[in-house]
Nanobody
Framework: QVQLAESGGGLVQPGGSLRLSCAAS????????MGWYRQAPGKQRELVAA??????????NYADSVKGRFTISRDNAKTTVYLQMNNLKPEDTAVYYC?????????WGQGTQVTVSS
C-alpha cells in the first residue's frame, strides 16, 4: 500500500513563501499526473496545480488564482512532488493535499495546513 506524506505547511505572513513536499512511501508506477489540491473551511476541495508525465519535463496546470505565484515540480523517480508557493495571500489559507492520479486508482496524502495571516 502506497502512502503519501506531505510536509512544509505552517503559518506565514502575507507576501511570504512556503515549499510543500509530498513523498511516496515507494515508487508508484502507472501514474498519469501528480498534483496538489486544497480545501478551505466551508469550501469544496479544489485543484491548485498538477504536473503530468506525458513528456519528460511534464506538462503543468495551475488554478487561475495561483498562476505566477506557485510552481509545481516533481522528481523523475515518481516518488516526490513539490509546490513552491510565493507571494502568499490570506485567501491561500487551506489544508493542502497531495494527489497521485494513477491508472487504476487515486492516492491522497493526509493534508498539511497552510495559514497566511499577519
Amino acid at each position: 500500500q502506497v502512502q503519501l506524506a506531505e510536509s512544509g505547511g505552517g503559518l506565514v505572513q502575507p507576501g511570504g513563501s512556503l515549499r510543500l513536499s509530498c513523498a511516496a512511501s515507494r515508487r508508484v508506477f502507472n501514474i498519469n499526473a501528480m498534483g496538489w489540491y486544497r480545501q478551505a473551511p466551508g469550501k469544496q476541495r479544489e485543484l491548485v496545480a498538477a504536473i503530468t508525465f506525458i513528456t519528460s519535463a511534464g506538462i503543468t496546470n495551475y488554478a487561475d488564482s495561483v498562476k505566477g505565484r506557485f510552481t509545481i515540480s516533481r522528481d523523475n523517480a515518481k516518488t516526490t512532488v513539490y509546490l513552491q508557493m510565493n507571494n502568499l495571500k490570506p485567501e491561500d489559507t487551506a489544508v493542502y493535499y497531495c494527489h497521485f492520479d494513477g491508472f487504476y486508482r487515486d492516492y491522497w496524502g493526509q493534508g498539511t495546513q497552510v495559514t497566511v495571516s499577519s
